[in-house]
DNA sequence: ATTTTGAATGGACACGTGTCCATTTTTGTT
DNA sequence: AACAAAAATGGACACGTGTCCATTCAAAAT
């Protein structure tokens, strides 16, 4: 593998000089820096960030951790933040957690062991893995959580906007007319933002939530597609039905079709994420887009900025709005004519 | 930063010995053994990679490159891969070429400097970067290519059966009385294996491809639905549509629907990839469904066990079957009566 | 011509690990 | 009990970089 070394030799300069038209060519004679370039380029030298890393004590890299890389929301997550760092010159190391504590504390000690200089994480429900980020945060990672936090983790966040969108999308049903509606998501020890919004704007609006629509899916598609039978099986029915993540938008959709329930005439359909088959299906379904492009942006700029300007204990907490795009899956209940 | 030294303090022990409590167990007296083990638990030592790095030449990293992570394909793929890398103790570094040249010798750069073990690679068209990638083969990355191969490359290749997929599509497509059939895919240079085999076995079956038809789209979204509504604005438009991507067949579809080309009554439409949402549009798609988590799992093995038993210069040449499904968007042409 | 200043270049060392070889301890054999 | 053999443990060094300090050189000021 070339070196620095086998670059000074070549231009005829100290390793020192070498390195400075890599890391600081401004201190360089232009003659020195041109002539150590033309060396670079012949042995096609690349520094070994391996070696940097280790000086430095930590690496030119940042963590991502995701709950599913499959779903969209995630993916495109995923490639905003991955062309934003490689534009700083980072690269990105990815791990989902399948919204798994034990799974998610397997890649954190992968993260740990490669000495990420940043952490953006997605992190699973429960606060089983808070302890062990402390200290990936106490031994200089800089941490940002993104669409999800800790209930009080102490670190920066990017999150949306969720109780207004799920307030949008409430009172939107509500005011055509919809009483009964169910949501798609998870319940369990109030974790969910979007599940906590649910319950209190519903409350806001004088309705009552059955117990029965209080269920939890395990935000896959399969799950939604179970619940949502369950829900339709019910004696009374929702007249509508909103799914909290356009990954259980597409299981609920499928069980829809599969038992022949028209939408917006028998159940009304709403759903978070425009994601792009939303517009192609029959109806083509009203949903709640987040502006996931500006969220991943500001996430690699969040990160990179605390490490390049060292400051790691700065907490920054921001929240993005997001926008209900209406189309034709939500509709006045039919029992509305009867009130 | 807590190294192998102080748990070696910790359990009194000297740091090779500590050492081999992680990497070679089997070494030590059950005693000793576990003093270590309960020092590295009390100081929660993680080994650093970046320094094995250093010392070994290479990173116990891998690199992946995909063409663009929104698509499914990628996605999934990513996904598989990850795991199971990670399942050997390997990070995984994501980036997209965008299947743009340019952009992929930025991204090679970035793993080159990471000293990446392996990289999978679905390169960009064009060899631009070949020189680069046999260079970094010759520094000891193990390189396998995936979806795509460039010519002559001699890399380890995965690929699917793509001539047996194309022949699969046109022949049903042509038993149910289509001649008229168009495809979405990239023309260009004859890089394209779809492509390839499109113009072939259009050919075997005695079928005429138009000038018309061999325009080429970008494999965005947005390309195929520009390129579906030059196709339907032709004197003779197809009366099938064959989209060699699932990426591609949603922006086809689009167009389809905004055209209010009744499917498959006024125009069959086939594609590759099983997306989720092929079978909740109106109708159901026809598509050719590849095996992308035995590619991935494959994939991830091959490139570790090269690395893992030195044989960075061992060719694997595999290839997948896909698999037609058949579902409600293929019918014979209107036309074929009047034959 | 001499001194002063600042710009340009060079040298030495540490980061934490893996590898190789040396040394000590234990076990087995006679 | 004495020795050989094997098992267990220890020590020294290099990987390529970033950082700090030292040195040399050129230009400006006297």
């Known amino acids: 593998m070339t070196s620095i070394l086998d670059v000074a030799k070549k231009a005829g300069v100290s390793p020192t000089t070498a390195k400075r038209a890599v890391n600081q060519p401004h201190l360089l004679t232009k003659a020195t820096l041109e002539r150590v370039q033309t060396a670079i380029e012949f042995l096609n030298y690349e520094p070994d960030r391996t070696a940097g890393a280790l000086r430095r004590g930590h690496s030119q890299t940042i963590g991502l951790m995701v709950g599913n890389i499959i779903e969209p929301f995630f993916a495109q997550l995923t490639r905003t933040i991955a062309k934003a760092v490689h534009a700083k010159g ?3 190391i990815v791990a989902d957690n399948e919204y798994d504590t034990s799974l998610e504390l397997e890649n954190l000690r992968m993260f740990h062991g490669q000495r990420v200089s940043g952490l953006i994480i997605r992190s699973a429900f429960g606060t089983g893995n808070l302890e062990y980020l402390r200290r990936l945060h106490q ?3 800089y941490i940002l959580e993104i669409d999800h936090f800790l209930p009080e983790s102490g670190f920066s966040h990017i999150m949306l906007d969720n109780h207004g969108g799920v307030e949008t999308g409430l009172r939107y049903l509500h005011n055509l007319g919809h009483r009964k509606i169910a949501a798609l998501t998870v319940f369990e020890a109030h974790q969910d933002e979007r599940a906590r919004a649910y319950t209190e704007i519903m409350t806001d609006l004088g309705l009552k939530i059955p ?5 939890s899916t395990d935000l896959t598609e399969e799950g939604a597609y179970r619940r949502t039978l369950e829900l339709l099986r019910l004696p009374e029915p929702p007249t509508a039905i909103f799914s909290m993540t356009g990954n ?5 959709f499928r069980a829809l079709k ?5 939408i917006p005439e028998d159940i009304s359909f709403l759903t978070f994420d425009d994601y792009s088959w939303t517009s192609l299906v029959e109806p083509p379904l009203d949903v709640i887009t987040q502006p996931i492009q500006t969220m991943g942006l500001r996430a690699a700029e969040l990160v990179i900025g605390a490490i390049e300007r060292r400051q790691l204990n700065q907490t920054h907490l921001e929240r993005f ?5 209406t189309r034709s899956s939500c509709a006045a209940p039919r029992s509305h004519s009867l009130h």
Do not use: N, V, W
């Not at 259980?248 to 609920?252: D, F, I, P, T, V």
């Not at 599969?258 to 028209?262: A, D, K, N, V």
């Open 248 to 252: 259980e938008a597409a299981g609920a």
């Open 211 to 215: 117990k029965a629509y209080q269920r």
């Open 90 to 92: 980072y690269a990105l």
């Open 139 to 141: 031994q200089g990672t």
């Open 321 to 325: 709005a997001c926008r209900l795009i």
């Open 258 to 262: 599969e038992q022949h329930i028209r």
